[in-house]
């Protein structure tokens, strides 16, 4: 049944997405996250849906008459240079080329992704459906993934759907977390009353699911985004009622199982997940030092011959903090989008990843400052608990390639091209275009 909707209302989506390509990069987002192949198993799970819907977006767009032309900010700049250095990286690759170059075309795809964001993305509504499609996809599994624990009494692990970009739960815990503040800007732009109704249940069921994770990073990165949005909100006392609300239902329902391994939080030092964790940011630092303009090329640190290299050298380190009673018995990930980056692309390359996360949390912290336009300045504070998220979450995850986390670049560049407008007048930004190209 599955497969005959899907196959039924595919066809009609491509149609739309030639009439109007911001619905495509709201698509293209929304089945990157929800992966649709996933949940169907006959004829329609080989169809290609991101890849169609990719490139029916570039064709519309191409063909699309009268287009908004689209300025060129630091961000898009920077994010420009980081894919160049990583392209430069994957050439003189330290690891397996096979692998490397896959993960190049892996992030390639996302750089396209950025591209035809901020070329479409021209206008409020445009924003508005691509947020839509976020709501319903990556919170969808939150609040799905959040009713099925509190019904089993804290017996459902949170998983997502094998083969999917967020098939790992701690992944998962992390974009959950990214997408509830733009849960709660929706519900502020939202009159309606059943779909304010739908989004305070996703809101309330997301954030139970991060718990239901078993995520330790997905808990400690929910009580910071708590924490930064109860900083950000004028109704802090509302803020306060409802995380503690949620959390302690959570909680309530939380097998011994669950309250253990958060008690691990407290014993890190005997953790080997933690270690483990440990060890690989150790052999990212080792490589780095070796290597720091370019690194070692993407998921370098996980190449076997490299970590046995470098792994007598752990020692040096200890006084950071002490891993000599680990083993490793293969190679770890990074688990960290900085540490990745560090190992991936050299410091270098972690620079440039850093000040692309500066540079967008200073263009939401000026929109929120140059706007008059709430909508705006909402969206900007609601984008940037989002970003703080991904910063604090990240930390202990290897997403630093992650589609979700350039859609947020993607918004703040388009926000921002929109407050220009709106503050330049039209004529006014157009001028300010052509100056700038022709300096």
Same mark, same amino acid.
């Given at each position: 049944m599955?497969?005959?909707?899907?196959?039924?209302?595919?066809?009609?989506?491509?149609?739309?997405?030639?009439?109007?390509p911001?619905?495509?990069?709201?698509?293209?987002?929304w089945?990157?996250?929800?992966?649709?192949?996933?949940?169907?198993?006959?004829?329609?799970?080989?169809?290609r849906?991101?890849?169609l819907?990719?490139l029916?977006t570039?064709?519309?767009?191409?063909i699309?008459?009268?287009k908004?032309?689209?300025?060129?900010?630091?961000?898009?700049?920077?994010?420009?240079?980081?894919?160049?250095?990583?392209?430069i990286?994957?050439?003189?690759?330290?690891?397996?080329?096979?692998?490397?170059?896959r993960?190049?075309?892996?992030?390639?795809?996302?750089?396209?992704f950025?591209?035809?964001?901020?070329l /479409?993305?021209? !206008?409020?509504?445009?924003?508005?459906? @691509? &947020?839509?499609? $976020? +709501?319903?996809?990556?919170?969808?599994f939150?609040?799905?993934?959040?009713?099925?624990?509190?019904?089993?009494?804290?017996?459902h692990v949170?998983?997502?759907?094998?083969?999917?970009?967020?098939e790992?739960?701690?992944e998962?815990?992390l974009?959950?977390?990214?997408?509830?503040?733009?849960?709660?800007?929706?519900?502020?732009?939202?009159?309606?009353k059943?779909?304010?109704?739908?989004?305070?249940?996703?809101?309330?069921f997301?954030?139970?699911?991060?718990?239901?994770?078993?995520?330790r990073?997905?808990?400690?990165g929910?009580?910071v985004?708590g924490?930064?949005f109860?900083?950000?909100s004028?109704?802090?006392?509302?803020?306060?009622?409802?995380?503690?609300?949620?959390?302690a239902?959570?909680?309530t329902?939380?097998p011994?199982?669950?309250?253990?391994?958060?008690? /691990?939080?407290? !014993?890190?030092d005997?953790?080997?997940? @933690? &270690?483990g964790? $440990? +060890?690989?940011?150790?052999?990212?630092?080792?490589?780095?030092?070796?290597?720091?303009?370019?690194?070692?090329?993407f998921?370098?640190g996980q190449?076997?011959?490299l970590?046995k290299l470098y792994?007598?050298?752990?020692?040096?380190?200890d006084?950071?903090?002490d891993?000599?009673?680990y083993?490793?018995?293969f190679?770890?990930?990074?688990?960290?989008?900085?540490?990745?980056v560090?190992?991936?692309?050299?410091?270098?390359?972690?620079?440039i990843f850093?000040?692309?996360?500066?540079?967008?949390?200073?263009?939401?912290?000026?929109?929120?400052?140059?706007?008059?336009?709430e909508?705006?300045?909402g969206?900007a504070?609601?984008?940037?608990?989002?970003?703080v998220?991904?910063?604090v979450?990240?930390?202990?995850?290897?997403?630093?390639?992650?589609?979700?986390s350039?859609?947020?670049?993607?918004?703040?560049?388009?926000l921002?091209?929109?407050?220009?407008?709106n503050?330049?007048?039209v004529?006014?930004?157009?001028?300010?275009?052509?100056?700038?190209?022709?300096?």
């Amino acid at each position: 049944m599955r497969d005959i909707l899907i196959l039924m209302v595919f066809p009609v989506l491509l149609y739309f997405i030639f009439r109007r390509p911001f619905i495509g990069a709201s698509l293209w987002i929304w089945s990157g996250m929800f992966f649709p192949n996933g949940w169907v198993w006959g004829i329609a799970s080989s169809v290609r849906y991101n890849l169609l819907i990719a490139l029916a977006t570039i064709i519309s767009f191409l063909i699309q008459k009268d287009k908004i032309k689209t300025d060129v900010s630091g961000i898009t700049i920077t994010i420009i240079l980081f894919f160049c250095w990583a392209t430069i990286s994957s050439v003189i690759t330290l690891s397996n080329p096979d692998i490397v170059w896959r993960e190049w075309n892996l992030f390639m795809k996302i750089i396209v992704f950025y591209i035809f964001c901020i070329l /479409t993305l021209k !206008e409020k509504h445009h924003i508005t459906v @691509f &947020l839509w499609a $976020i +709501a319903l996809s990556a919170s969808y599994f939150g609040a799905s993934e959040g009713v099925k624990y509190v019904i089993s009494g804290g017996g459902h692990v949170l998983q997502g759907i094998e083969g999917s970009r967020l098939e790992d739960r701690n992944e998962l815990a992390l974009a959950i977390n990214m997408a509830i503040p733009l849960l709660i800007f929706l519900l502020t732009q939202t009159k309606h009353k059943i779909l304010r109704l739908g989004l305070i249940g996703a809101i309330v069921f997301s954030a139970i699911a991060i718990v239901g994770s078993f995520s330790r990073g997905g808990l400690l990165g929910l009580i910071v985004v708590g924490g930064y949005f109860f900083l950000q909100s004028k109704k802090k006392l509302l803020v306060v009622v409802l995380l503690s609300f949620t959390v302690a239902g959570a909680v309530t329902f939380a097998p011994d199982s669950w309250l253990e391994r958060m008690d /691990t939080i407290e !014993e890190m030092d005997k953790d080997d997940s @933690f &270690l483990g964790r $440990i +060890a690989a940011w150790k052999q990212a630092v080792l490589m780095a030092a070796d290597n720091p303009v370019f690194g070692g090329g993407f998921k370098a640190g996980q190449n076997y011959g490299l970590w046995k290299l470098y792994e007598p050298d752990f020692s040096k380190l200890d006084f950071i903090f002490d891993t000599s009673s680990y083993k490793a018995p293969f190679p770890k990930a990074a688990h960290s989008i900085y540490f990745q980056v560090l190992g991936d692309h050299g410091v270098i390359g972690l620079f440039i990843f850093l000040f692309i996360l500066l540079l967008t949390f200073r263009k939401l912290s000026w929109i929120v400052k140059s706007s008059n336009d709430e909508w705006s300045i909402g969206l900007a504070r609601m984008l940037k608990v989002s970003l703080v998220a991904y910063c604090v979450g990240g930390a202990a995850l290897s997403l630093p390639y992650f589609d979700l986390s350039f859609a947020l670049f993607a918004l703040a560049h388009c926000l921002g091209s929109i407050v220009s407008r709106n503050e330049l007048g039209v004529d006014a930004f157009n001028l300010r275009n052509k100056y700038h190209r022709g300096a």
